[in-house]
T-cell receptor
Framework: KAGVTQTPRYLIKTRGQQVTLSCSPI?????VSWYQQTPGQGLQFLFE???????NKGNFPGRFSGRQFSNSRSEMNVSTLELGDSALYLC?????????????FGPGTRLLVL | AQTVTQSQPEMSVQEAETVTLSCTYD???????LFWYKQPPSRQMILVIR??????QNATENRFSVNFQKAAKSFSLKISDSQLGDTAMYFC?????????????????FGTGTRLKVLA
């Protein structure tokens, strides 16, 4: 199976702009989670979508939002970008087998806000 | 709230030697999973090994094994016969059950990582 893919891989934006990142999960995976990774804060959980519904949410401001489509592809949107939003954004998809769940990560989108 | 602590920001090991990365966690949960993920310099995060808390037997995947001490809330990763390709950032992660949590509660919690360098 193909792995988790994320587009674009790199992005440069300026403060105040908005950005949309895309994630395609592994075929058959219905759960997609998003993380923000920065050198200072490590990996922080943003939110998780399952069957087009947000199932879990981390402690990020409302400028961060997401959605999932019927084919399980997910998008993450950040509005009114701030310098501190510069980070690597990781997407992970997961499957649940026999009550167990494991996440598989994509390569990430590196966002730079100037 | 759950926390995951990796107390070793950086480590190095000679090729072919054995190294142990430490991870401790804090939780009041009884049912959970623990993971070790590897993030090489190319940045793709890869699952190394997984441990279910209800299993007493330590998980093993080829050269990678864990020492899971539930009472001590410790979950260390041992890499045997270290290879240059093992050079990476290693993250310990905790996942609670049930899978669905209330808003504001993290489902997966990651440690801050240990940067491992394997020396030739």
């Amino acid at each position: 199976k193909a792995g988790v893919t994320q587009t674009p891989r790199y992005l440069i934006k300026t403060r105040g702009q908005q950005v949309t990142l895309s994630c395609s999960p592994i075929s058959g995976h219905r759960s997609v989670s998003w993380y923000q990774q920065t050198p200072g804060q490590g990996l922080q959980f943003l939110f998780e979508y399952f069957s087009e519904t947000q199932r879990n949410k981390g402690n990020f401001p409302g400028r961060f939002s997401g959605r999932q489509f019927s084919n399980s592809r997910s998008e993450m949107n950040v509005s009114t970008l701030e310098l501190g939003d510069s980070a690597l954004y990781l997407c992970a998809s997961s499957e649940r087998l026999a009550g167990q769940e494991t996440q598989y990560f994509g390569p990430g989108t590196r966002l730079l806000v100037l | 709230a759950q926390t995951v602590t990796q107390s070793q920001p950086e480590m190095s090991v000679q090729e072919a030697e054995t190294v142990t990365l430490s991870c401790t966690y804090d939780t009041s949960e009884n049912n959970y999973y623990l993971f070790w993920y590897k993030q090489p310099p190319s940045r793709q995060m890869i699952l190394v090994i997984r441990q279910e808390a209800y299993k007493q037997q330590n998980a093993t995947e080829n050269r990678f094994s864990v020492n899971f001490q539930k009472a001590a809330k410790s979950f260390s990763l041992k890499i045997s016969d270290s290879q240059l390709g093992d050079t990476a950032m290693y993250f310990c992660a905790f996942m609670k059950r049930p899978f669905i949590t209330t808003s504001g509660t993290y489902k997966y919690i990651f440690g801050t990582g240990t940067r491992l360098k394997v020396l030739a």
